[in-house]
């Protein structure tokens, strides 16, 4: 039942030496991850001669009410939640720790790699919880942060013992003129291989595949919030599994500043080349692009320009949008809709809410 991943994939680090290329090996074990009663009462009968106070009482069994459940459309089958909790997570060792933004990107984005040896059996598009070492202002524990998985189950080895993540380091400067560094992101981009991590999860069914390997996947991605579609496009196009091939169509849209910020684009090159029937790529990069009117190019302006194929695509039952990253972008993706659902006498809000309903469309957003 073991299969080799069938593409060596390299991560080019400014920081550090490049991720090896692997072959891996697909693990074996797949982880998958009462009776009513009717009363009738009579207070009276009348006979021939006379009116006669009864009180009668039926009762008859009623078959058992059976509740429908719906079944959902994605990958949720036997998937865990919330096995590690911040009281007691698990400790993991950091394997990799490499940044994969240019040295003259605005902001550093880190790729790092945890051992969890097969203790957190999660699935693509959830989320682990990472606690920081030392204590917050008040002297207690750092609190855990949520962050969305960027390998698919199997892990970057193959092997099912691994997670990772995509992680920017946040570093602002606040309306006192103070530079102020989020403490969980820049604890993380610090860490050292053999370093040990408390993680905690894993958590979310919100953002899991579909089941259907022939679904249209539309993938809409700012940043870090790539992160979970990396893990379905490596299940998709870098793996052989027995029960899954996909076949559809993987439509990825990825907004960053500049060109210098950009992620994952070695992989995702490999993916086209693979399958260049299934998989389809668009960068909107807003410090460097922009469209016909000289508007910057954020990623609802780069998806406008395929506005009447992607409303096309919305109106199939077997297409799912995934969106993860800044908040902003779900108004603008809604801007576009609008118009172009009207043309076909359809209440745009009113068919997301559908869309949403049916698990056709999820968002992950902050």
């Known amino acids: 039942m073991a299969s080799t991943l069938n593409a060596a994939v390299s991560l080019t680090s400014s920081k550090s030496s490049s991720f090896p290329a692997t072959s891996c090996a697909i693990a074996p074990e797949r982880i998958r991850f009462g009776k009513g009663a009717f009363n ?9 001669r006379r009116v006669v106070s009864v009180r009668a009482e039926v009762t008859t069994d009623a078959p058992p009410v059976k509740k429908v459940e719906k079944e959902s459309k994605k990958n949720e089958e036997g998937v865990i939640t919330n096995k590690y909790r911040p009281k007691e997570p698990y400790t993991g060792k950091v394997l990799l720790n490499t940044k994969i933004t240019a040295d003259d990107a605005p ?8 051992s969890h040896a097969g203790e957190i059996p999660y699935r693509e598009g959830q989320s682990v919880g990472v606690i920081a070492d030392g204590v917050d202002k008040n002297g207690k524990p750092n609190k855990v942060r949520l962050y969305s998985i960027a390998s698919s189950a199997l892990g970057d080895l193959g092997n099912s013992e691994t997670v990772s993540l995509c992680v920017k380091r946040l570093v602002y400067t606040n309306d006192a003129g103070e530079v102020v560094k989020g403490v969980c992101s820049n604890f993380l981009c610090d860490l050292k291989p053999g370093s040990d991590v408390k993680l905690t999860g894993p958590v979310g069914k919100e953002m899991l595949m579909p089941k259907d390997p022939n679904a249209t996947v539309i993938m809409l991605a700012t940043g870090t919030g790539i992160a979970p579609f990396r893990s379905f496009l490596w299940k998709m196009f870098f793996e052989k599994h027995d029960d899954y091939k996909f076949n559809g169509l993987a439509w990825l849209f990825l907004g960053v500043p500049t060109t210098s910020s950009l992620l994952y684009t070695e992989e995702f090159d ?3 080349a693979k399958a260049p029937e299934n998989f389809r790529v668009d960068y909107a990069i807003s410090r460097e692009q922009a469209n016909d009117k000289g508007e910057k190019m954020y990623i609802q302006t780069r998806m406008a320009q395929y506005a009447p194929e992607l409303w096309e695509l919305l109106k199939k039952d077997n297409t799912f949008v995934y969106m993860c990253g800044l908040k902003g972008m779900e108004k603008g993706i809604d801007d576009i809709m609008v118009s172009l659902a009207a043309n076909d006498g359809i209440d745009w809000f009113d068919y997301k809410k559908q869309l949403k309903k049916a698990e056709q469309w999820n968002v992950e957003v902050y």
């Open 40 to 48: 009738y009462k009579s207070n009276s009968v009348v006979t021939s």
């Open 107 to 114: 902001g550093e984005t880190w790729h790092m790699v945890f």
């Open 270 to 272: 490999k993916m086209k």
